[in-house]
């Protein structure tokens, strides 16, 4: 069955922290996987990866795609406290999405 | 541009009643998603939608759930009877072409009590 799993569930950190968010992926017909932020309801979109080893940017986060083992990384730097929410990813194969359960981030000031 | 609309916000409903969800997508956005949310979980596809006809139901629990998009533009989610397992967030989301491009609306939170 295909899954997506991420790790840890949940992550403590003060601001000016740098932290690393993991996903693997265990999908059939593997198209793209997807980063999502989601604060109180709706989740946005943050990055989409499709090739391996092209590193997504965008200010303090980036992210990376390594589709021979099977997992992502999103990297965020200089955190603040604004940065605190739940971060997803999601595979996409053809029309099915399926998300992780997420990485809760608490940032404190 | 306007956002994608939801409503209601919050339903509480005992078990075995029924309960309805309305979404508005974003204008020109031909593209629709049903996702169930349960607390602690990543979003669940539920229902795809392009125009009015279904693109993917393979995860919509058929017996209990039904979901309709008349004239390829708002959308119902429905739930008849529903089970305490149901209380979850349902969110919607439209896109008008890649599926990474999809926009959510705030959701409905169902309380099954």
């Known amino acids: 069955e295909d899954k997506v799993v991420q790790s840890p569930l949940s992550l403590v950190v003060h601001e000016g922290d740098t932290v690393t968010l993991n996903c693997s992926y265990e999908v059939t017909n593997f198209r793209s996987l997807l980063w999502y932020k989601q604060e109180k309801k709706a989740p946005t979109f943050l990055f989409m990866l499709?090739?391996?080893?092209i590193e997504k940017k965008s200010g303090r986060l980036s992210s990376i795609l390594d589709k021979k083992e099977l997992f992502s990384i999103l990297n965020i730097t200089a955190t603040q406290t604004g940065d605190s929410a739940v971060y997803l990813c999601a595979s996409y194969n053809n029309n099915d999405m399926r998300f992780g359960a997420g990485t809760r981030l608490t940032v404190k000031p | 541009e306007a956002g994608v609309a939801q409503s209601p916000r919050y339903k509480i409903i005992e078990k075995r009643q029924s309960v309805a969800f309305w979404c508005n997508p974003i204008s020109g956005h031909a593209t629709l998603y049903w996702y169930q949310q349960i607390l602690g979980q990543g979003p669940k596809l539920l229902i795809q939608?392009?125009?009015?006809?279904?693109?993917?139901d393979s995860q919509l629990p058929k017996d209990r759930f039904s979901a309709e998009r008349l004239k390829g533009v708002d959308s119902t989610l429905k739930i008849q009877p529903a089970k305490l397992e149901d209380s979850a967030v349902y969110l919607c989301?439209?896109?008008?072409?890649?599926?990474?491009?999809?926009?959510f609306g705030p959701g409905t939170r169902l309380t099954v009590t």
């Open positions: 989301a439209s896109t008008r072409t890649a599926i990474y491009e999809q926009y």
């Open positions: 939608f392009q125009n009015n006809g279904v693109v993917d």
């Open positions: 499709t090739s391996s080893g």
